[in-house]
């Protein structure tokens, strides 16, 4: 499983960005997808996961603002961010997982949040 991220960048406090993921690979094994979020000098942690089913799970600090979905006709999962913060800047990686429960991770894609 091969994933690749985008929608990653600049923006205001208040602002918007919409990410975007897209599995390639043996896809059929995908039962998870989501993003992780690393902080400088933090540790990683979920934001958002959703399941094949559609079953979604949120971290307590994003619940309410962000909105995680998937198309999973085009193999996509997207990760819609709405009133950020300047906490919200990191690294985000995509993630997906098999229903084995192997683990993939895509390169990071920096979101920063500033005035």
């Known amino acids: 499983v091969q994933l690749q991220a985008s929608g990653g960048g600049l923006v205001q406090p208040g602002g918007s960005l919409r990410l975007s993921c897209a599995a390639s690979?043996?896809?059929?094994?995908?039962?998870?997808m989501g993003w992780y979020r690393q902080a400088p000098g933090k540790q990683r942690e979920l934001v958002a996961a959703?399941?094949?089913?559609?079953?979604?799970n949120y971290a307590a600090s994003v619940k309410g603002r962000f909105a995680v979905s998937r198309d999973n006709a085009n193999n996509t999962a997207h990760l819609q961010m709405n009133s950020l913060k300047p906490e919200d800047t990191a690294v985000y990686y995509c993630?997906?997982?098999?229903?084995?429960?192997?683990?993939?991770w895509g390169p990071g894609t920096l979101v920063t949040v500033s005035s």
């Open positions: 690979g043996s896809i059929f094994s995908i039962n998870v």
């Open positions: 993630t997906a997982s098999t229903y084995s429960g192997t683990g993939y």
């Open positions: 959703i399941t094949k089913g559609g079953s979604t």
